[in-house]
């Protein structure tokens, strides 16, 4: 039943992000599975859960798999975390571990659902169009950054990337600018929102604005343009050869 569903996912949002202080995140990562904080928290996602399920008694297996998951999930999170402090080197870091901790706990609501209401899941899928989607998503993202970067290199200002210049710009920002502008403009092109895209770039010449009229370097200026106009055009391109291939498979 997917009201269910929601339920439990509104459940564990509530416990993990609006009740939860921050207080017992930092408990809980210094003392893992001792911390008192941790196991209020998974006292907190008990009840909630078991309001999600109604009290029903025929649910009680699944609320047992949340709650016990949830606090062993959760105590794993904090020993990682704690390494991660340790060992900068770690390919785990916290947004990482952040997101696999979130995962899995919905990955387990999905389950413990799926478990009592198999029927909930049963969607066909074209394993045609989800190759296709797989590759459209790797064009607009890593194969595009690239692409771009070739295509522009000639044209490399000096004062770009120059290492004998304090550089104010966060790390690899530019490659993960041009990831969610390009994915935004396939969302447009395919839902069919083409006024979208006219917003994305004039949003994106809005912020831009005041870097260009601060370098007064018209090279700059030209290699922003191309660079863009690039970007939406590699994007736009790619969306509509999706768009045209998935009404053929």
């Not at 196991?39 to 649910?59: E, N």
């Not at 798999?65 to 402090?85: E, N, P």
């Not at 919905?106 to 969607?123: E, N």
């Amino acid at each position: 039943m997917t009201i269910l569903l929601l339920k439990l996912l509104m459940a564990h949002l509530v416990a993990d992000f609006l009740i939860q202080p921050l207080s017992w995140i930092k408990d809980k990562e210094q003392k893992a599975f001792v911390s008192k904080k941790l196991i209020w928290h998974s006292l907190v996602h008990a009840l909630l859960y078991a309001m999600a399920f109604a009290f029903a008694p025929q649910y009680w297996l699944g609320w047992l798999i949340l709650v016990v998951s949830h606090y062993l999930i959760d105590g794993l999170k904090s020993i990682c975390h704690r390494s991660v402090v340790q060992d900068k080197s770690l390919f785990f870091n916290r947004r990482s571990l952040f997101i696999i901790d979130q995962l899995l706990h919905i990955t387990i609501i999905f389950a413990v659902v799926g478990y009592y209401f198999p029927d909930l899941y049963q969607v066909s899928f074209n394993l045609e169009q989800l190759w296709l989607l797989a590759i459209a998503l790797l064009l607009l993202t890593r194969v595009s950054s690239i692409v771009i970067k070739v295509l522009i290199s000639r044209w490399t200002p000096l004062n770009v990337d120059d290492p004998g210049k304090t550089n104010h710009s966060l790390a690899n920002a530019g490659s993960y600018i041009g990831f969610l502008e390009r994915l935004f403009i396939f969302v447009f092109i395919v839902t069919n929102h083409w006024e979208g895209v006219g917003f994305l770039l004039a949003a994106k010449s809005v912020f831009r604005f005041g870097d260009l009229k601060e370098a007064h370097d018209r090279r700059l200026t030209e290699y922003i343009l191309i660079g863009t106009l690039i970007s939406f055009g590699l994007a736009i391109a790619i969306s509509l050869g999706y768009v045209y291939f998935k009404a053929l498979v």
